[in-house]
Every structure is written in structure tokens, then in C-alpha cells.
């Protein structure tokens, strides 16, 4: 598939059969996250995996609102930073996030990107329990890292609409 198929295919999708995603394509979406740029080469992104579906379905419930799918995925990527590496890791965590859902559209996966990092896990509760630290309680995080997101990934028969053009009147300055 070719960048500028795969950028038009890429869709937040939160329908998942229930097909494993394989160990092979797991590993190459890995890989393919970690082809990412970092500031100054730091490196600063961890990723964790996860499969299992009773963490699946608890790891749903970080967030009272948009993590619920996260019980149907077949898999989880916790996509974290180490801030002692870098402290740019937030947007190195984020084009790594990226570039594994760019990825995931190339291997035939859905995905979703799940915010994690400062929300809470009620909505009405800003102030209250955060998302991170219910991720915390579920998963073996080591204390460096920090939770930026979650990509939920899987198959999917789901395709939905297309993303609505940019309007270049609107979204775009050109200096000459």
C-alpha cells in the first residue's frame, strides 16, 4: 500500500472482530513505532502490549467516557514516555503512536487512539481519579514512564465514512 493510500484509509475505528491479531504483525507494528523521530534522537518512548482479555475489558474502564471499545480490541498498545530521557517525550510518544496506526492500516488493522495522560476517569470529575493512575493498579508500568495513550487495534469490518476535505480557505495560510 502506498503512504498516501494508507493516510487515506486511516480511520479511528472502534469495532473489532474478534480475530487475533498475530505475533508476527504485532512485532512489525513495534517496529514500525519505533522508526519514529525523538528530539535530539532521545528515544524516550515505552511501549507495553496488551492482550489479555480480562485486563482488556478492566483497562475499558479507565475513562467513563471514550474507552469502553477497548473491551472488543485484541489488542492494546500503552504508548508512554520517560521524561528523565526526554522532556519533549510527549510529542515523541505521539508520533510513535501515529506512525503505529499508519502502520496498523498497512497490516489491515483498525485502531483508536485512546487519550490517557491528564484525563480523568470520570468526565464530570476533572479534579478527581486520573485514567493513568487506574493503568497503573492493572499493568506492571515501571514508575519512569508515563501514559501518554492507548492504541486499540484489530480487525475490523467496519468501515466508516470518509474524513470531511479541509476547507484551504479556512485551514491554511500561505506567506508568498
Known sequence: MELKEILAARRSTRKFSGRTVPAEVRERLLAAAFTAPSARNSRSTRIMTVEDRQILERMARMRDYGS??????????????????????????????????????????????????????????????????LLRELLPLPREWEVLCVVAAGYSDFHPAPLPPYDPEKDIIRVP
Open 68 to 133: 469502553a471499545f477497548l473491551k472488543d480490541a485484541p489488542i492494546a498498545f500503552v504508548v508512554a514516555g520517560d521524561p528523565s530521557a526526554s522532556g519533549l517525550w510527549r510529542e515523541n510518544a505521539s508520533i510513535a503512536a501515529t506512525i503505529l496506526q499508519l502502520a496498523a492500516v498497512d497490516e489491515g488493522l483498525a485502531s483508536c487512539w485512546i487519550h490517557v495522560e491528564g484525563r480523568p476517569q470520570i468526565q464530570d470529575r476533572p479534579d478527581g481519579a486520573k485514567a493513568a493512575e
